[in-house]
């Protein structure tokens, strides 16, 4: 499992922008992307992961409870 860091998600960022596929992140991987849509959910990828990362280290942690109701 990878663990993302904000700096991989700055590099991404500014390579979307630039529109350089080819990204090196900050333990040295290096990825080429085929394509900016790729790239872009590469994005979400990491963002999503920091976002868990985060709320792992807060200690909140959400749950649903669904509620069924009869349609009588």
Do not use: C, H
């Amino acid at each position: 499992m990878t663990t993302w860091t904000t700096s991989d998600l700055a590099t991404v960022r500014s390579a979307i922008a630039s529109g350089i596929r080819s990204v090196t992140f900050a333990d040295g991987r290096k990825t080429e992307y085929q394509s900016l849509d790729q790239l872009i959910a590469a994005e979400q990828v990491i963002e999503a992961a920091l976002k868990m990362q985060a709320q792992a280290v807060s200690g909140v942690l959400r749950r649903r409870t669904p509620y069924y109701r009869n349609g009588l």
